[in-house]
């Protein structure tokens, strides 16, 4: 099989962030007030509400699941004697 090889474009001697204008960071247009008011909003409901109610929620469901194996298994220890 002798299919022509092109060179890959991050082996082109030319290829650099700057070569390729989506890559240029002047190429991204600044977000406006209403991205960025609804990125805060986000991430003030991620931090504030989502992540202590799910953090509680994983604690708690790990609490019941032991606390179910301690009903059917008995308690953690060894066997009395």
Do not use: K
């Not at 994983?58 to 059917?72: C, D, E, K």
């Amino acid at each position: 099989m002798s299919a022509a090889r092109h060179p890959s474009p991050a082996r082109h001697p030319d290829a650099s962030p700057s070569a390729d204008p989506r890559l240029a960071p002047d190429a991204v247009p600044p977000a406006g007030p209403a991205t960025r008011r609804r990125e805060i909003a986000m991430f003030l409901l991620l931090a504030v509400f989502i992540w202590p109610v799910l953090s509680v929620a994983v604690v708690g469901g790990y609490g019941f699941a032991v606390w179910m194996s301690q009903l059917i298994l008995g308690p953690p220890g060894p066997p009395p004697v």
